[in-house]
């Protein structure tokens, strides 16, 4: 990257998160003007939220078994992946000088598992190749078009200049280009609000509606259970749900109570089949597997062994290991009859039915679901109806889990809309 190249086109990033920050290092090292343009008063901030237990960057799986994550969008999320896939961004990471590791889940860090080091060093690389960064600037949609503008024209006479709200009031942006990093619509008080949504759908842009994604879910516990189990976690256990179109799934780990239901990793896996079969039918029945590395014979042989004089509950404890709040939640899910069952009992602790009503709402949610419609781009993520103008992140309608994979693909989309405007700039100019 050459850091004296001379700006030939000014183009402006709006939204300084990682696919923000990626399509703007794009966009300088090809020359083009960048200006990053922010609503919060820093960028990044989301990320430095995300990596503050330990940032995961991306995940070590073999390629094909990474791009199975992204669901039903994998042709649109593979083609970007395959350019900028999980190697690449750990050879860029490394590049910033920030070394790696793989941990035991096959999940990929930094050596010192903070985001703050290696923002640092980015935003200091940004700033050397002239990148210019503008925060407390809420994006709010576009001026008047000017009239007669002709496609070759600059992007902002085209479709009209950028309007932003900033401490010192209104101000008007000029750009050749624009590409927008804005976020999905989780974590409102970071910036991810998805206030640009009818900003879009009122130029005509088709944008699938923002649904919460790995989130937790609502059970409707009873205020006794609530009051003494909310907090905390259930480990190990493992999940299983059928959807209703008959796909099984099955997955091993931890999870937590909450007030109104459950949350954690093992329900954040599975919370797109979740939330779309309780859109469909209302709601959505997982079973949890209480003692996951024993057989359902086993825990039976044990339950009905005799108990003597002492309690259930120590019953429960010395025979199968089950207390706490395990044995909360069969108080709360079994009948008193199947108590006194054993094999009613041992059914229970291996596979206790939870009823999931409804998902959180999206602002707890980690990411969400949703966003301007792959059909409303072209490949390189320029908008069909505003040309020069480029999408990119968590704004585009895909989901994936925790684990690496939403970090990427958001780096992977950042780098394909830069790489799209340059291009685009290019055959303008030639024209």
Known sequence: MSL?????????????GPAGLMAAEILSGGGAQVDVYDAMPSVGRKFLLAGKGGLNITHAEPLELFLSRYGTRRAQMGTLLEAFGPDALRNWIHDLGIDTFVGTSGRVFPVEMKAAPLLRAW??????????????????????????????APCSSRHGALRFATPSGKQVVHAEAVVLALGGGSWARLGSDGAWVPLLEQRGVPIAALQPSNCGFDVGWSEHFSARFAGHYLKPVAVAFTESGGTAYRKQGECVVTESGVEGGLIYALSASLRDEITATGTAFIHLDLLPDWTLQRVIDAVSQQRGSRSFATHLKSRVGIHGVKAGLLRECVPPQDFIDSVRLGAAIKALPLRLVAPRPIDEAISSAGGVRFDALNKHLMLNTLPGVFCAGEMLDWEAP?????????LASGRA??????AWLRQRNEE
């Open 4 to 16: 004296n190249k001379p700006h030939t086109h000014s183009v402006a990033v709006v939204g300084g």
């Open 123 to 152: 935003l200091h690389r940004l700033r050397a190749t002239g990148v210019r960064f503008h925060v407390r600037h809420r994006w709010c949609g576009w001026d008047r078009v000017s009239e007669g503008a002709a496609y070759s």
């Open 402 to 410: 925790t684990g690496g994979y939403l970090l990427t693909a958001c």
């Open 417 to 422: 809309a830069g790489l799209g405007a340059l």
